[in-house]
């Protein structure tokens, strides 16, 4: 697979101390099956993380911390531990990340549609951060948004160009609300994403107030 677009450090840093809401730490498992340059980065800011861990004095801790600690185990999100089954083998055209979420080919989904030949499955995570499968007929223009927090999109199937370049198969666009972008799909084919945001969409064009109740973002 040909990537020229990675997460940010920031994104692998946050992904690797586990503070990524549910969907975003999804986004960037998925992209690290794919990408062992960005899994490289990883497992250095996951060795760099544990240098500074050997390096911290004891302190004296309360009786009832590991209890708490070990409560606290109980609260991680599943895509947490799934980076570090990430590279085993799949059956599919899928991540294997994503794989495990979805019940079905990406082809026999229950694709909602939401307008412009946008097509949307929301894969229920609840809670703050939202994470769907957006489809894209061919020669789609997106209406222009920005984003009121981080946004973190993975390719799976078809391409699209935006103001920051093309994008295809396993590259990935982490956006936050500075970027103001129109994605365009290429003709040939539909254009399949993972898609999560950690706060809504803000559509700004006249087009794109006019889809923002049915995105729901
Ligand atoms: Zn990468």
Request: glycine share 8%; aromatic share 6%; hydrophobic share 40%.
């Amino acid at each position: 697979m040909n990537i020229s677009h990675h997460f940010d450090d920031a994104t692998l840093m946050a992904y690797a101390a586990g503070t990524l809401s549910q969907g975003m730490a999804l986004v960037v498992a998925c992209h690290l099956h794919w990408c062992p340059e960005c899994m490289k980065r990883v497992k250095q800011a996951e060795a760099v993380g544990g240098a500074l861990l050997d390096n911290i004095n004891p302190v004296a801790v309360s009786d009832s911390a590991l209890d708490n600690l070990l409560a606290s185990l109980d609260d991680v999100p599943p895509a947490a531990v799934e980076k570090v089954e990430a590279v085993k083998p799949t059956q599919s055209d899928l991540p294997y990340p994503l794989s495990t979420y979805l019940d079905k080919p990406l082809d026999d989904l229950p694709w909602k549609w939401i307008g412009y030949g946008m097509y949307q499955v929301d894969l229920n995570f609840g809670g703050k951060g939202a994470a769907r499968l957006f489809k894209l007929a061919p020669g789609v223009s997106v209406p222009h948004h920005t984003h009121t927090g981080n946004e973190l999109t993975l390719i799976l199937r078809g391409s699209y160009s935006d103001e920051i370049g093309r994008f295809r198969r396993g590259d990935v666009a982490d956006l936050d609300s500075d970027v103001l972008h129109q994605p365009i799909v290429d003709t040939g084919e539909d254009c399949i994403c993972l898609i999560a945001t950690d706060a809504p969409l803000k559509f700004t064009g006249i087009m794109g107030r006019l889809i923002q109740p049915f995105v729901g973002l």
